[in-house]
């Protein structure tokens, strides 16, 4: 998708993005970065971080590479004490960091299971934990402030082995559906973006090869979703008035029959 959205919408608002250092995450930040917000990128990744936020700021924005493992909740709280110092309260939180892991489930990778659950629940929580009080002092303040979560299609569609990573995913949908119940009162809004397929580096990760088959495939036959589509969605999220609350944007490409 090429830039929609024009101007700087998103200027005085201070982002922090987690899973930042590749694919979904990096472009939403470097897109949120253009569209006029600070930018605080998380991952554990250090080289590819300091990458991202030397290039942001070498192009007129504002970044500050956060090198963490958001599965620890200490590590997490710490730089969400540093986005504070360095760049202000946070207000836009783009807790997207996820890792899917796919096999059989007779396979027992437990292994695999706990990285899931650790990464996309444990991890999505620890930031929620971490950021949530700036979001509030953020809104308390009169301003728009946003938690949205990365979920996935995988969250209601029913794909075979795919188990462990939907449960996860589907853990996002409803959570972002039960926060807004209590923090959409307090002007916070709350939002999970579910996509299809992008092309990132997240089937790199899967070994099993049946898996890895349908992922291919799709990326050799079909015009995937590139991160930059993800990126434009989630600005445009975050910059609507701040009584409107788009929750949950299903987003897959055209021909994406799943
Ligand atoms: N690609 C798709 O088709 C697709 C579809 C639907 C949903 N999603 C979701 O989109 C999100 C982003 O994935 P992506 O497709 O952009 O894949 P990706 O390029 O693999 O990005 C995953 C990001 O998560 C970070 N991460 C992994 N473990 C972490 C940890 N312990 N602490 C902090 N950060 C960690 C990775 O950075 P480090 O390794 O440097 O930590 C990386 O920046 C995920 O939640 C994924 O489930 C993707």
Same mark, same amino acid.
């Given at each position: 998708?090429?830039?929609?959205? =024009?101007?700087?919408?998103?200027?005085?608002?201070?982002?922090?993005?987690?899973? !930042?250092?590749?694919?979904?995450?990096?472009?939403?930040? +470097?897109?949120?970065?253009?569209?006029?917000?600070?930018?605080?990128?998380?991952?554990?990744?250090?080289?590819?971080?300091?990458?991202?936020?030397?290039?942001?700021?070498?192009?007129?924005?504002?970044?500050?590479?956060?090198?963490?493992?958001? =599965?620890?909740?200490?590590?997490?709280? !710490?730089?969400?004490?540093?986005?504070?110092?360095?760049?202000?309260?946070?207000?836009?939180?783009?807790?997207?960091?996820?890792?899917?892991?796919?096999?059989?489930?007779?396979?027992?990778?437990? &292994?695999?299971?706990?990285?899931?659950? &650790?990464?996309?629940? +444990?991890?999505?929580?620890?930031? *929620?934990?971490?950021?949530?009080?700036?979001?509030?002092? !953020?809104?308390?303040?009169?301003?728009?402030?946003?938690?949205?979560?990365?979920?996935?299609?995988?969250?209601?569609? *029913?794909?075979?082995?795919?188990?462990?990573?939907?449960?996860?995913?589907?853990?996002?949908?409803?959570?972002?559906?039960?926060?807004?119940?209590?923090?959409?009162?307090?002007?916070?809004?709350?939002? =999970? *973006?579910?996509?299809?397929?992008?092309?990132?580096?997240?089937?790199?990760?899967?070994?099993?090869?049946?898996?890895?088959?349908?992922?291919?495939?799709?990326?050799?036959? $079909?015009?995937?979703?590139?991160?930059?589509?993800? !990126?434009?969605?989630?600005?445009?999220?975050?910059?609507?008035?701040?009584?409107?609350?788009?929750?949950?944007?299903?987003?897959?490409?055209?021909?994406?029959? $799943?």
């Amino acid at each position: 998708m090429s830039a929609l959205l =024009t101007g700087t919408p998103l200027t005085g608002r201070v982002a922090v993005v987690s899973g !930042a250092s590749s694919g979904i995450g990096a472009a939403t930040a +470097t897109r949120l970065a253009e569209l006029g917000a600070k930018v605080a990128v998380l991952a554990r990744r250090k080289d590819n971080l300091d990458a991202l936020a030397e290039s942001i700021n070498r192009t007129g924005g504002t970044a500050i590479a956060v090198p963490v493992d958001v =599965t620890d909740r200490e590590a997490v709280q !710490a730089a969400a004490r540093q986005v504070a110092d360095q760049l202000g309260t946070a207000d836009l939180v783009f807790n997207n960091a996820g890792v899917q892991l796919i096999s059989p489930i007779a396979d027992l990778r437990q &292994d695999d299971w706990q990285r899931q659950i &650790d990464l996309n629940v +444990t991890g999505v929580m620890n930031v *929620i934990g971490a950021f949530l009080p700036q979001l509030t002092a !953020a809104a308390e303040a009169g301003k728009s402030a946003d938690l949205i979560t990365t979920s996935s299609i995988a969250a209601t569609r *029913i794909l075979e082995k795919f188990s462990v990573y939907s449960g996860t995913k589907a853990y996002i949908s409803h959570l972002t559906r039960l926060l807004r119940v209590e923090l959409g009162r307090k002007n916070i809004r709350v939002a =999970t *973006i579910e996509p299809g397929m992008v092309d990132t580096e997240l089937p790199d990760h899967v070994t099993d090869p049946d898996a890895s088959k349908l992922m291919a495939d799709l990326i050799d036959q $079909i015009d995937v979703l590139q991160s930059a589509d993800i !990126a434009e969605t989630v600005a445009f999220m975050a910059s609507v008035p701040r009584h409107v609350n788009l929750t949950e944007i299903t987003i897959l490409p055209t021909a994406q029959a $799943i």
